[in-house]
């Protein structure tokens, strides 16, 4: 192992789901932020565990479909009602009842796009590399192991307190892992 | 466990049993106090001169039996869906479904019968005197011949009868017997159903409600009416299922996602009647032949204007804003008045469909009266019967396969069949070294 090497966070290994359900409670209550538990596959009150709260990708969504709404509608009036208007079979130039289909679909295209966006700003994606991806025995979280990791940029984190932490919620092997 | 951040909706049943003992005498109130404002409607309108003889009555009385019709429909709509698509979470809240859609028959078949007397005075197509001088009625010839208008709404009812009976014997035998035979019956009947659903609702949409302007014609008005009385009858479900959890008669069968569902469902039929009803409005507006905008012009003369207004905004805008966030679905002091208000608003919606045709000039607040007493008066004696039959069976299907998934106590294990790259894992030091199957 470098040894200049920055450590990134330690990296505690579970062996069955009440385990590491159990470990998340109690990082969740010692008032971590930086931390995330890897699995192979989603664990029923998992989110409560970690005290997630619902994500935020909503508001892009709702955000988008706003925006997509608006703009279908001011798009529409403006080349039909202002810059070109053409009267077709005695209708008024603008309605907004004509101009709904193409508004409506407009706000579901930005609608996707927001929670798209969303969800990549959210998760700080694309990134190219993660310091656990070259942790071999990581590759185990999509198989049978449970991972809790609490990264060291955690303003609770101390070397011999979270290791403390981590042992007495039953974990069977933590490492540290470096970026 | 302190979960300041979640939302808990186990805490609502901590909550005390609601005292129920004021609200047991409100349907023999509603049956007396809507019967007597029906009898004096009646009479009223009876004495009327003779061009205007008993319509007021008949009109209202058929807005009340239109709106009670949708609870029915709507019950019987989530039954058919359960079975359909084999689910598990709604088992705990069938069996007041069935008890819903048995209201169809003989209940409501008896509520339709002063429609059917009546039927002369109220659908002005019966008293054309030669259908082939009125094209738009010629054309729908033998639906629209007096003799069809009978046929077709003791089919209705019949059918209706048929199928509300065969789900419900079978769901009850399973609650005695446990057979899965059962469920495989009701599955059975459940598959022909949900054809007979649709197209004998299509039917009385239009016999009986689009019929009453004969002239007019859209292909969306069954589904359109039935996207109403769905969205109707799941406010109505979420309200029962919340007063049933709260006095603990479904508490042992719920889990906190059935109140999301339900609220999710409701929501997804808000924006789903309002895709219809703007579709069927959109196209005749952009088409603009007078054949089909007569309809709307009607409707937007003097208050039926502002009543328009009432619906798009108290219809759609309203329920779908405040159903937007998740955690709503399970927030009773929101979402209770929410579902009062879509009977509330079912109401304006129907009104706005029947009652311009013959109070055309604008909403009939004078006479406001008499269809609320008509709804009472069936409201009354529908929640008698309903609490007859739900007080006569156990509360929900106890016996039903799928109640553990109801419960939420049944969860897939994951096994190396359903899940996992195993090869991925195979130099790993301390990885299972699986067998190959085929070398």
Known sequence: MDTSAKPFGLLAEFDNTTDVLHAAEKVRDAGFRKWDVYM?????????????????VGWFAFLGGLTGYATGMVMIWWMNAIDYPILIGGKPMFSPYGAFPPSYELTILFGAFGSLFGMLFLNRLPRLHHPLLKHKRFALATHDKFFVVIE???????????????????????????? | MSQPNVSNPDDAKLLPPLDLSKWRKLPGQLMAIGGLVVLVGLIVSWRQPEEHSLKAFGYSWLLAFMFYLSLGLGGMFLVLVHHLFDAGWSVATRRFCEHLASLLFPWLAVLFVPVALLAPKLFGWMTVADPKADHALYAKLPLFTVVGFYVISAGCFGLWWLLANRLKYWSLRQDETGEALCTFKMRMHSCWGIWVFAFTLTLAAIMWMKGLQHQWFSTMYGVYYFAGSVWLTLATVYIITMVLDRQRILSQVLHEHQFYFLGTLLFAFTVFWAYVTFSQYFIIWNANIPEETFWYVIREQGSWFYIGMVIIFGHFFLPFLSLLRIDVKHTFPVMVPLCLWAWAMHFVDLSFNILPVYYDHGFPFHILWLPLGCLAFMGGLLAKVFLKEFAGAPPFPRKDPRLVEAMGLYHPVPTQISGGELDQADDMPDATIQPKGNQ
Not at chain 1, 51 to 56: A, D, E, R
Not at chain 1, 152 to 168: F, G, H, I
Request: glycine share 6%; proline share 7%.
């Open chain 1, 152 to 179: 060291t940029a955690d303003p609770k984190y101390s070397e011999t307190e979270t290791r403390k932490l981590l042992e007495a919620a039953g974990s069977t092997r933590i490492e540290m892992v470096v970026e």
């Open chain 1, 40 to 56: 192979p596959f989603p664990i029923h009150g998992m989110d409560r565990a970690m005290g997630l709260k619902n994500s935020k």
